[in-house]
């Protein structure tokens, strides 16, 4: 990835031609492109992270992601995994990541990335959204680094 690419002047502006460099370096795993995957992979994309692996459970949603990655950076590399959460392709890809990004909506496989994630010592960040009520939103953002805290620890 060239960190000279104009469309890379913010980044560099703001992190400095080092942060960007990192970020170009970085491998995230997605796990989940729905509501609040789609719009994270995009923002990984236009960020600039070098490498970007999206297992998700059998749904043309992981081909859709991928497309748009590479529409926004043909240079990011994207592997696009059709499997299930519990899968050697899946565990493979937490272990080779340098952060792991979960989006699902259901409690079960959030607390199974969690584990995995601790068991390999990586970077967590769960994010979830919720509209319990007609006109009422709500969300959270857990982050777990080092193996350290999860989502029942931190209730």
């Not at 400095?16 to 796990?31: C, D, F, I, P």
């Not at 989940?32 to 719009?39: E, R, T, Y």
């Not at 926004?72 to 990004?101: M, Q, Y």
Request: aromatic letters at 8%; glycine letters at 12%; one cysteine or more.
């Amino acid at each position: 990835m060239k960190i000279d690419d104009p469309r890379y002047d913010r980044n560099v502006r703001f992190f400095g031609t080092e942060g960007q460099n990192t970020l170009s370096g970085l491998r995230a795993t997605l796990v989940g492109v729905g509501g609040l995957g789609s719009p994270l992979t995009q923002h990984l994309a236009l960020l600039g992270v070098g490498h970007i692996d999206d297992p998700v459970p059998g749904s043309a949603k992981v081909d859709l992601a991928a497309r748009l990655v590479r529409e926004i950076n043909p240079d990011i590399t994207v592997h696009a995994f059709p499997v299930g959460l519990v899968s050697e392709e899946c565990f493979e890809s937490v272990k080779r990541a340098d952060w792991v990004f979960g989006c699902f909506d259901d409690d079960g496989p959030r607390s199974v990335l969690n584990e995995l994630c601790a068991a390999y010592s990586k970077p967590y960040v769960d994010l979830a959204s919720d509209v319990p009520d007609d006109g009422v939103y709500g969300g959270r953002v857990f982050i777990s680094k080092n193996g350290k805290g999860c989502l029942n620890c931190l209730d």
